[in-house]
């Protein structure tokens, strides 16, 4: 499964999605991106976060005829965001490897620090956005430790947008 080319474009189109409408089978990001891939986005979401994006493996049928029809295991895409405490990102797949290296090669790392999850709109009832509180860090070199530079807090929906394109306002070196 190939992800979006604008993840911002399928972000919004599922934002406004209700909770009966099918899933995607476009993903926001490559949900078998390895380790040592790396795509546009501002922070590296290796799909160990896969759950937390509501991206998985739904079962799909394939065939115009009942009895010809073939059931397939495909990546879809949804919108019950769900980062949660004790999840942290940073902007690079290289911080996985030997600390001493890997901050070298650091800009940001974002620790969750609590969340509540996003619910697309149901019948009468509007999206729930869910929430996300969160520090960023950045590396000292020389001390080799990561310093907050701040805590926020966003809506799930609005940290998805932030993992993609980063914000200015927020991250402020």
């Given amino acids: 499964m190939k992800p979006k080319e604008n993840p911002l474009e399928l972000l919004e189109k599922l934002v406004k999605k209700k909770s009966k409408e099918k899933r995607e089978h476009e993903c926001l990001k490559d949900p078998e991106r390895s380790l040592t891939d790396k795509d546009d986005w501002f922070i590296y979401v290796p799909s160990c976060f896969n759950d937390c994006l509501d991206i998985a493996k739904t079962t799909r049928s394939h065939g115009k005829k009942p009895e010809k029809n073939e059931i397939k295991k495909v990546w879809t895409q949804g919108s019950r965001f769900s980062f949660h405490r004790g ?26 620090l ?24 950045s590396p000292c070199r020389q001390t080799k430790k990561l310093t907050e530079l701040g805590t926020f807090s966003l809506t799930q929906d609005e940290f998805i947008r932030f993992l993609i394109e ?8």
């Fill in 87 to 112: 999840s942290i990102l940073y902007d690079t797949p290289k911080a996985y490897e030997k600390w001493g290296d890997a901050i070298k090669s650091i800009n940001y790392c974002i620790s969750i």
């Fill in 114 to 137: 609590n969340g509540t999850s996003a619910e697309p709109a149901a019948r009468e009832n509007e999206r729930i956005c869910g929430n996300v509180e969160f520090s960023v860090l």
């Fill in 166 to 173: 980063g914000n200015p306002e927020i991250i402020v070196k």
